[in-house]
């Protein structure tokens, strides 16, 4: 480089130094957390404004039930003014914002307990439900979809198609009353569907608030029997109904794949099938783990439904029974706490697929 040439590029003096990118220092991985969680906080906002707004256009009203029915007018107007809803919407809107900011859910109205305390005594009962179903609807719904894709036609697909749209039709709150009455109420074989473990058993010492993580940690074998027992119809009844739609996804993407020029070739080149089965999943892996994650959040509702026929106890079961009172603070901060947990879930599906997909990177 000549003289003149390093002088150009030389800072002039008195002139501040250029400036650094942080962004481009980074890996593309964090680069790619950091777009991806940027994208959050305009969607949370929406979701508290319209959660907000839509309790409130609800005709629920609670006042006059926490109240009670002897309760005056008088005495109406100064619950009323106690909860806040005496103000004027936006300030009231403003409040919340202001207090879900600082980590405050508020109370709920039913309890008078904080609703961000009762969430998380309640969440790791629904993460383990929802986990364990949806895990074991995969592990069933994959291998599925993949066996009724190369025998497109034949015997074992069309099976496949018809246990799936079973999995489609069936209502959840049906199908889970429907094993208890077989398994439970019929055939003897389950426990009774009230809760996480048994009346008779101890409750571990809470450390992960999974029952079975906590009786295995505390070695107590009758809390962890007792817990694992209590756990197979909810599990069951979850994995039905998140396998149905695994199996048909799985089987279209996999199909797809099977069309394409480098499959043909690969079977016309003579490769074994369990190679061909290998590059269908490579090449099918991304679109499904897309849509395990999609079916995954998507099940945060339909727990709901399974947590309020076991008695289970969970987060979800506490936001259908908020729902169901007119508890508006606990329906809020259950709301947020689905919206938190679905956005959580695509991004890391987007995190996982980045990875996996070269492709993806260059969008």
């Known amino acids: 480089m000549s003289d003149d040439a390093a002088a150009s590029s030389a800072p002039a003096p008195g002139s501040a130094p250029p400036r650094r990118r942080i962004l481009p220092a980074l890996g593309p991985p964090v ?30 009203d609670p006042v ?8 005056s007018v ?20 403003v409040i919340y914002v202001t207090k879900v900011a600082q980590g405050d859910l508020g109370r709920s109205w039913l309890n008078n307990r904080p609703v961000l305390a009762d969430l998380r005594q309640r969440l790791p009962a629904t993460l383990e439900l929802l986990f364990l179903g949806v895990g074991l609807g995969a592990l069933i719904g994959v291998p599925v979809g993949l066996t ?51 009346l008779m058993a101890v409750e571990p010492p809470t450390v992960t608030g999974s029952y079975v993580i906590d009786s295995a940690l505390a070695r107590d074998p009758e809390a962890l029997w007792s817990a694992l027992g209590q756990l197979v119809l909810p599990v069951l009844c ?59 959040a998507g099940l945060v509702g339909t727990s709901s439904l399974i947590e309020l ?12 029974t908020a729902i169901l009172e007119g508890d508006f603070t606990a329906v809020q901060g259950y709301v947020l706490y689905v919206t938190t947990f679905s956005l959580a879930i695509f991004i890391v599906v987007d995190l996982l697929v980045f990875l996996l997909e070269p492709r993806s990177r260059a969008s």
């Open 31 to 60: 680069r790619f957390l950091l777009r991806r969680l940027a994208m959050v906080t305009p969607i949370l906002f929406g979701v508290l404004l319209f959660t907000f707004v839509l309790v409130r256009l609800g005709g629920q």
């Open 74 to 93: 008088q005495q109406i107007e100064e619950v009323r003014a106690e909860l806040g809803l005496d103000k004027p919407i936006l300030m009231q809107f």
């Open 309 to 320: 026929v076991f008695a289970w106890g969970g987060a979800g079961q506490y936001g259908l």
């Open 148 to 198: 009724a894709a190369f025998g497109s036609g034949r015997a074992f697909d069309q099976i496949s198609r018809i246990v799936s749209l079973f999995g489609f039709s069936i209502p959840t709150y049906w199908l889970g009353l429907i094993m208890i009455f077989v398994f439970f109420a019929l055939l003897g074989l389950a426990p009774a569907p009230m809760g996480r473990i048994s």
């Open 238 to 296: 979850l994995a039905i109904v998140a396998a149905a739609p695994i199996i048909k996804q799985t089987r279209a993407i996999a199909l797809d794949v099977l069309a394409t020029d480098y499959v043909r070739f690969a079977r016309a080149s003579g490769l074994p099938r369990r190679d061909l089965r290998r590059i269908v999943l490579r090449n099918s892996l991304v679109p499904v783990i897309t849509f395990i994650g999609a079916e995954l």
């Open 64 to 71: 006059v039930r926490l109240a009670g029915p002897t309760a």
